[in-house]
């Protein structure tokens, strides 16, 4: 590799961790869009329970007439009334879904929002802290090196003996090379980093969901029946 192309590269390094740190942090709104999509579907749950257990108690009222009924209705009523008690373990278990969908995922995934805008900061920060101070260095001795190399190039062509300047030349070309491939190391350390914060947001989600799913599960295996 040509050192034009090795200082094009240097310019270059943390491109990639930049992309994904932009790419991470314009998923806030989206990530703030959820938590609000689901403040307002958790509250729709609870007027539906609300409207749900009104109408169960009607029903209820409605079933009492045919069972105390002197008439000809009271088989009708206990039917009915068997049916209100399915449905009145339908509402539980819609009040276990929106239970946990408050508790389990909303206010937990709501309060480590913040706790991850900060951590990405901080992330940031560190690369551009190291990263900065440690392309900056390599430069130096990358400038030192093309500058021995030239002069090494001219007493070549003059003839004259290069013994000590070569030595010391390819004792740079080595400095060079190490710190180019601690560059690369401490930038695969911050990229791995940052990969698995984003995958800590998503096992977070995933794991605090999980017993809303649950429930909903058991909800549906209701229904089925």
Do not use: C
């Amino acid at each position: 590799m040509s050192d034009n192309n090795l200082e094009k590269d240097l310019n270059q390094t943390g491109d990639y961790f930049k992309y994904l740190h932009a790419y991470m942090k314009s998923s806030f709104p989206v990530w703030d869009d959820f938590l609000q999509r689901g403040l307002r579907f958790q509250r729709s749950l609870e007027q539906m329970i609300v409207a749900y257990n009104s109408f169960l108690d009607g029903f209820a009222k409605l079933a009492d007439v045919a069972s105390n009924s002197k008439g000809a209705t009271q088989d009708i009523g206990s039917s009915l009334t068997n049916i209100i008690r399915w449905h009145k373990g339908l509402e539980l278990k819609i009040r276990e879904v929106n239970y946990s969908l408050s508790t389990k995922v909303l206010s937990p995934v709501g309060n480590r929002l913040d706790e991850w805008k900060k951590q990405l900061s901080n992330l940031e920060k560190d690369h551009e802290k190291e990263m900065h101070r440690a392309v900056k260095e390599t430069k130096e001795v990358l400038k030192g090196t093309i500058k021995t190399s030239k002069a090494l190039d001219s007493k070549r062509k003059k003839d004259k003996n290069v013994g000590g300047l070569l030595q010391q030349f390819e004792h740079m070309q080595m400095e060079t090379d190490q710190r180019i491939a601690d560059i690369e190391l401490k930038e695969k350390v911050h990229m791995s980093r940052m990969m698995v914060e984003e995958r800590v947001w998503f096992s977070t989600l995933v794991n605090a969901y999980m017993s809303v799913l649950d429930h909903e599960l058991t909800l549906g295996s209701d229904l089925e029946r």
